[in-house]
Nanobody
Framework: QVQLVESGGGLVQAGGSLRLSCTASRTIFRDRPMGWYRQAPGKRRELVASIIGASTNYVDSVLGRFTISRDYTKNIMALQMNNLKPEDTAVYYC?????????WGQGTQVTVSS
């Protein structure tokens, strides 16, 4: 079992920045896929960014603005979000897949005002 705890959400004006963190309760191997999802009201949960080892992927709408990273020494995954837009407003979830099991954090709210 793994517990994932997110932090770093909040309210920011358009053009501002936030950094989300996801702390895992135990060591996660580099080859385990991790990512950040978000869900806006009335919309489906979507994958925003993912990381496996040194490989990263982003949804087109955040390319050049968001950066996903992992600190393997501290079991932390982060999402640096710059130049935030109102359409980035959502609950952001940390995700980890181990074999066939999906683990989720509790979510952290990000609100971007125009």
């Amino acid at each position: 079992q793994v517990q994932l705890v997110e932090s770093g959400g909040g309210l920011v004006q358009a053009g501002g920045s936030l950094r989300l963190s996801c702390t895992a309760s135990r060591t996660i191997f580099r080859d385990r896929p991790m990512g950040w999802y978000r869900q806006a009201p009335g919309k489906r949960r979507e994958l925003v960014a993912s990381i496996i080892g040194a490989s990263t992927n982003y949804v087109d709408s955040v390319l050049g603005r968001f950066t996903i990273s992992r600190d393997y020494t501290k079991n932390i995954m982060a999402l640096q979000m710059n130049n935030l837009k109102p359409e980035d407003t959502a609950v952001y979830y940390c995700h980890l897949r181990v074999l066939r099991t999906d683990y989720w954090g509790q979510g952290t709210q990000v609100t971007v005002s125009s």
